[in-house]
């Protein structure tokens, strides 16, 4: 199974999360994107994603990272923009697909660096929620 067209934005993010064997990088990848928004929704994404059914009758979803990158470098998923940045970075996150912080952090928002952060705090195994929109840790 591949074809993801008709999922719900809920159930694409719950099909990836179950491709994600429980792996901090990947879940943090895939919760980036979920908690983002954008890119649960895109028809052009969902393109660039294998999937099938478990050995529980469930569908899993992972990302073709070779297509993926072919897609951003061609421009087929948008020109350079916040949202686009929030890809790259759930991509490097996701698969060795290297990045440069520097220019992709650029110019992000409040909001987007606070999920970016909440990413990176997952990605390391810890539990998500310690960071608060001005920055402070909440303990």
């Excluded at 294998?50 to 948008?78: C, H, P, T, Y």
């Excluded at 350079?80 to 520097?102: H, Q, V």
Aim: aromatic share 10%; proline share 1%; charged share 25%.
């Amino acid at each position: 199974m591949s074809d993801f067209s008709s999922f719900s934005a809920n159930q694409f993010a719950d099909a990836l999360r179950r491709g994600t064997d429980g792996l901090w990088s990947l879940d943090a990848a895939v919760r980036l994107l979920a908690h983002h928004g954008i890119w649960m929704k895109s028809p052009e994404l969902r393109s660039l994603v294998q999937g099938g059914i478990d050995e529980n009758g469930e569908v899993w979803a992972g990302f073709d990272v070779r297509r993926m990158k072919e897609a951003i470098d061609s421009g087929e998923l948008g020109e350079w923009r916040e949202d686009l940045a929030i890809l790259l970075i759930a991509m490097s996150l996701y698969a060795d697909f290297p990045i440069s912080l520097r220019y992709t952090c650029e110019n992000l928002s409040k909001q987007n660096l606070t999920l970016v952060g909440e990413a990176l705090f997952k990605a390391c195994g810890y539990e998500v929620g310690l960071i608060v929109a001005d920055g402070r840790d909440d303990q």
